[in-house]
């Protein structure tokens, strides 16, 4: 792989500018490069010394009720498992976040000062409007944040391990996010994918409305005025005059299949595609009655160009192998660590679980799309 070259390419890009960028970028072309690298004695020495990542028994049973809260269930023994593989990926990108100093950007900084003040010794800042301004002053914002850290506040407060897990997680999508797609990718996602681009088809229509609010038998009555509407030959125009009040005008301007369905339901854009155009049809039935339909026009839906929806797929792709990177990213990160479930039963889970040993083997494979389209620029 050419690192010189997709350096290049990423220099032309205005959010590349960025420091945090070009931190985010490099490491993630240092670890693709070393994905090729033999494991030497010194791996495994270190291996031996990893630290330990523990995940608490009442932050997984808090995911559990958080999963029968949304399901109406207990999760199965496979949906305790990811439960349990998202928190570990969850604390592993607390940790990078911390380790990359993320917490002393602004707002994480602002929350560690905020808490810090509730909590110093003295309780000089604790509950006083002088406390919120000081926190959110600079060098006294930097050390209550300081002393919250040092004080292990951080760890067990929820907004800050979410803003730091979110900030991670964007850093490291934002590596892969920043790689340009190839022309050909762009054409191959329309080619496999042309049916979730297709434009809906559009209709524009009269109808006359036999209002089941207002008659005992609308479908009845509907056949029986189509025969008239036929044999004196009454143009769209002059119906009016024969339909029921309803909510919906009788003259409709061209509209698509969504939009007439929000007016007359999913049922009467159905039975559309069956009327001939330029003559009165039906009954067709909606939530109002029955109704007679004259179609003037009909636009069948059609595949756009690919000019028109580049920019669409362009972002896809772009987010697809975001989402490849962040996983091979947190394979990588798993490798230096050692876990620890303070549940035995939940640890017998997780070491029969085979997915988080095979995770690593078949995601490391997915780095090299992610700068693929690096090679040749």
């Known amino acids: 792989m050419n690192s010189d070259s997709i350096l290049r390419r990423l220099s032309r890009l205005p959010a590349a500018r960025s420091p945090v960028v070009h931190f985010a970028v490099l490491g993630t072309l240092l670890f693709v490069a070393s994905l090729g690298r033999e494991p030497t004695s010194a791996d495994a020495t270190s291996s031996i010394d990893q630290p330990r990542l523990e995940i608490p028994a009442s932050r ?115 590596a892969a996010r920043l790689v340009e797609p190839e022309d050909e990718a762009v054409v191959e996602y329309l080619r496999a994918h042309s049916e979730r681009f297709r434009r809906e088809d559009r209709f524009r229509v009269s109808h006359v409305l036999q209002s089941q609010a207002v008659r005992d038998h609308p479908s009845d009555d509907a056949v029986a005025l189509l025969a008239q509407l036929r044999r004196d030959g009454v143009s769209p125009d002059d119906a009016d005059v024969l339909a029921d009040p309803g909510i919906v005008p009788p003259r409709l301007p061209l509209l698509g299949a969504r939009a007439l369905e929000r007016r007359l339901g999913v049922g009467f854009v159905a039975s559309l595609a069956a009327l001939p155009a330029g003559e009165w049809a039906g009954p067709v039935l909606s939530r109002y009655g ?33 989402d490849r990177w962040l996983a091979v990213r947190l394979s990588q990160l798993r490798e230096g660590y050692t876990f620890m479930i303070a549940d035995q039963a939940i640890a017998d889970l997780m070491i029969a679980d085979q997915a988080i040993a095979d995770l690593a083997t078949a995601d490391l494979a997915i780095a090299d799309l992610v700068i693929a389209d690096g090679e040749g620029a």
């Open 290 to 322: 029955a109704h007679l339909v004259f179609v003037h026009e009909v636009r069948p839906g059609k595949i756009p160009e690919l000019a028109e929806v580049s920019d669409k797929i362009r972002a896809s792709l772009r987010e697809q192998a975001a």
């Open 60 to 174: 997984v049973a808090g995911a559990e009720r958080t999963f029968r809260a949304e399901h109406r269930r207990p999760p199965t023994a496979a949906e305790r498992t990811e439960l349990i593989n998202k928190l570990i990926d969850e604390e592993i990108l607390f940790r990078h976040a911390l380790s990359l100093g993320l917490h002393r950007s602004a707002v994480p900084q602002r929350r560690l000062a905020q808490i810090a003040s509730f909590v110093e010794p003295d309780g000089s800042h604790a509950g006083s409007g002088t406390a919120s301004s000081t926190a959110a002053s600079g060098t006294a914002s930097a050390e209550l944040a300081q002393r919250a850290v040092e004080l292990g506040l951080h760890e067990g407060d929820f907004v800050t391990r979410r803003v730091l897990i979110d900030a991670a997680r964007r850093l490291i999508r934002g």
